[in-house]
């Protein structure tokens, strides 16, 4: 009989270039210490028995055959179906507890790690040794490919490398900065269709996209300088334009925060300005906060945050602070302002303990 062990997955926050990798635009997150757990231990019979402890729910189904989804996004199943397709077959049960500390559908990527922890569990309980590439590849395929939905693999890659790392079209970089100060505050709001506005962004840029390509000889949306691209702005459609531009100056931002977060000790005061600005384009380009969360932001900001910004697709969820040295009193304004603050540090990427 194996046995048993404990995998631990993080969540993640995008630093720069929010609702730019699935433009195939640079990306810059770090996987932070929240995180989802799976305990998972060997039991007589022959189904996987899965007791999500947070949400007071229990699933289960059988060892030897594919799992049947009970509804969209069925996550642990759709992991469990992916080792399966590997030729991982379980030759025991298992009783798998989900629990976890990352605020559900609050911009951390709860459900990515959620995945990815699944992924690795699943791995281990059938012999699969995967390399952290593959982890990440696998854990997308699960959660978005499967059942059909928008995005990228940032979140994958953020949970199961760890630290901070780079992503564009050149593959992944991890990147030596020491970022402490790290604030989370969560509005308490739900977001607004995640999905939907995922969609709606990706089909507003690529039509900006497709509009300068016709205009701008060579235009490649990954380098072409914005000074080309705002010469002939115009042109792009009004339902379009802002979103487009938008996406180009992020990639811009995050490009030159790469070049900071390259130095072990980056300029901290950069660092925070080009967070806000950062946000200021979400805010004002992706229409992505709300006035709670702008309440957050302020109260930090007065608290001495350096920088501020929501997080994930927005629209309520989450905002994170840059406050190296005044973590307390921000986390008190945060919660003055009506928001639920967590202290959070740069964690590892997701792995296996044995229990």
């Not at 404990?6 to 433009?23: T, W």
């Not at 992924?119 to 012999?127: H, M, T, Y």
């Not at 995922?198 to 507003?204: A, C, D, E, F, P």
């Not at 000790?265 to 805010?283: A, F, N, S, T, Y």
């Amino acid at each position: 009989m194996q046995s048993p062990f404990r995998v631990l997955a993080p969540g993640r926050v995008c630093l720069f270039g929010e609702h730019s990798d699935y433009l195939g635009l640079g990306a810059i997150p770090a996987a932070i210490s929240l995180r989802i757990t799976i305990d998972a231990r060997p039991v007589e019979g022959n189904e996987i028995r899965i007791i999500y402890e947070d949400l007071n729910e229990v699933d289960q189904f059988p060892i030897d055959a594919m799992a049947a989804y009970r509804h969209q996004r069925d996550y642990v199943r759709s992991a469990f179906n992916m080792m399966r397709r590997r030729g991982g077959h379980p030759e025991q049960a298992w009783e798998i507890v989900v629990s976890g500390d990352i605020p559900l559908a609050a911009g951390l990527s709860s459900s990515s790690a959620l995945t990815v922890a699944a992924v690795l569990s699943f791995a281990r309980i059938a012999g699969i040794d995967l390399s952290t590439s593959d982890i990440a590849v696998t854990s997308f395929n699960a959660e978005v490919t499967e059942f059909h939905e928008s995005g990228g693999m940032m979140d994958h890659l953020a949970s199961a490398y760890g630290g901070v790392i780079h992503l564009d079209d050149h593959g992944l970089t991890q990147l030596p900065a020491r970022l402490g100060g790290l604030v989370i505050g969560d509005s308490l709001e739900p977001k607004t269709d995640t999905v939907g506005d995922l969609v709606q962004i990706r089909t507003q840029a690529e039509e900006g996209y497709s509009v300068l390509g016709a205009r701008i000889n060579g235009f490649d949306h990954r380098s072409t300088p914005l000074d080309r691209v705002e010469k002939v702005a115009h042109l792009i459609p009004d339902s379009c334009r802002l979103t487009t531009i938008t996406t180009l100056r992020n990639r811009d931002i995050t490009r030159r925060a790469c070049s900071l977060l390259l130095d072990h000790v980056p300029d901290k005061e950069q660092i925070g300005q080009m967070i806000d600005q950062h946000h200021h384009l979400l805010r004002d380009g992706l229409g992505r906060s709300t006035p709670k969360i702008e309440r957050l932001i302020s109260a930090a900001k007065e608290a001495g945050a350096l920088g501020c910004k929501i997080n994930g697709s927005g629209g309520g969820g989450t905002m994170l602070a840059y406050a190296p040295g005044h973590e307390r009193p921000v986390m008190e304004a945060i919660e003055s302002a009506g928001g639920v603050p967590y202290m959070v540090e740069v964690d590892n990427g997701a792995r296996v303990v044995l229990i």
